[in-house]
């Protein structure tokens, strides 16, 4: 087109009445049809190689974002959410466009990151919605508690934006936050505490050393492995009687830490020669002991199994442990072991003891360290209510006023790992659990993050207490009383043991070869013997709440007619 134009002007007889006309060269026409011709073929050439190149999905979303993109406000104005804008800048083809950022500092707004301004506050985040339609919110803000998350999250639900976030501080450590990262908001997040980071140190002592986990397949064992395997252990050894469980944390460890030895071993912790065999041959320095059955009621119907498991099994390996020489040892306790009322909490209660037993008598590092829920872990309730969601419910809750403590793994672990470096034998730590979350209020989070209204789309049903359950938890026992430690998410208690070692030792026999017999009316009483502090008042049997009229409480408290008890 352009020789065209030229030629005309040149060669036409319009063009060419001027009195200065001078007629080009033929090989300017030449050259610029070549340029022309080669420029316009060039581009379109380029365009076709970038289309086979692309995946199809980044097509579209390269089109979405230059048609139509989705425009954001990134809550967080500090290191975090200037990375997420990089990230966006970097990414056109995720079709988000940073409007602006929100930021409770009042002194940064009015600043620009990276030449995008601080607009508001969170207050500010319904009317900046309004003024720049804004159609989503990014929470960058890793470190905050999960009282911010849930504020924005209800400012968000009642401007009618979407919102996403970025992992917490525990899901982040020893990495960047990238926009693939960024994902819904989950009940971990709304749950976060104010993140405590690692005390320099305080787990220096598992590198170079043998390291064995117990349980490791299951929730608790697999991220004490994870977490081990950072600190360059010699060996770790992975032990466990499941077998898929060992498979697939085997494989995970494998793929990312090439160079570490693992030893998968696959054993009952109530096979004592068994455990003697494995001990004598890798040696540990320290075990986590993380094998346990947990789940209350259905403990409460299998106590002969809870006691050989949980009570014989932890009794054989703190005595292989001593004659192996292993230098620390750690079980993993619960909250349930406070005051219980239930053959599991009860038989944790009792291997407690026998910890600090074996503690005094070895004068080794052999410890307890306490919590309570751990969130996501195999079994517990927030996995069971997001499948009761997805079917449409009824998510069913046992009463208005359960409640419970909750942390999740990671911390757990990470405040394990650095309790059994306090300790120095005999202790049994309580790691501080913040407030009780009520289970009702637990279940209405999870049906709302799902984009549903409680009662409206997803009903809430109470079934009654069951078999061994308590209303309440807490830490510490009647009687026992906490000293604080240099860490301060992590208390050690202090109390006297109820029996002399000989006196205990013979009372776990007693209860074990009750159990080996089948003789399950008899463990109430051989529990009690040796930890007095255990009482059945309201296990099973005794009138849970709601249960006397044949009634439970309704979302308030108040028992209505019609509403029946499902165990």
Partial sequence: MGSLLIFLAHYSPLGAQGPLHIPPSRSVLIVELGLSTGFVGGTRLLLRLIQERMHPEDLARLKTFVQNPRQVLIAGAGDAGAMILRELEQNPGVGLHAV?????????IGMHIHGVRVLGTRDDIPALAKKHDIDEVIIAMPTAPGSAIRDIKAICDRAKVGYKTVPGVYELIGGMVTVSQIREVQIEDLLRRDPVLPTPGGAAYLKGAVVMVTGAGGSIGAELCRQAAQQRPRRLVLLDQSESGIYHIHTEL?????????EPVVADIRDHARLERVLARHRPQVVFHAAAYKHVPLMEMNAEEVVLNNVMGTRNLLRTAERQAVERFVLISTDKAVDPCNFMGASKRVTELLVQDAARR?????????????LGSEGSVVPRFKRQIAAGGPVTVTHPEMERYFMTIPEAVQLVIEAANLGRGGEIFVLDMGDPVKIVDLARDLITLSGLRPKIDVEITFTGVRPGEKITESLFNEGESYTLTPHEKIFVVTADMPLESQALQWGVQKLIQAAQAGEVEQLRGLIEA?????????????????RATG??????????????VVS
Wanted: include cysteine; proline fraction near 11%; aromatic fraction near 6%.
């Fill in 551 to 564: 009634r439970v409480p309704d979302e308030r408290g108040v028992v209505e007619p019609g509403l029946s």
């Fill in 362 to 374: 070895s004068g080794r590092e052999f410890v307890a360290v306490r919590f309570g829920n751990v």
């Fill in 530 to 546: 040796v930890a007095p502090e255990c009482c059945w008042e309201t296990g099973p049997g005794a009138p849970a709440p709601g």
């Fill in 100 to 108: 602006g950022f929100v930021d409770d500092n009042r002194a940064k």
């Fill in 254 to 262: 494998r793929a990312r830490h090439p160079a570490l030895a693992l």
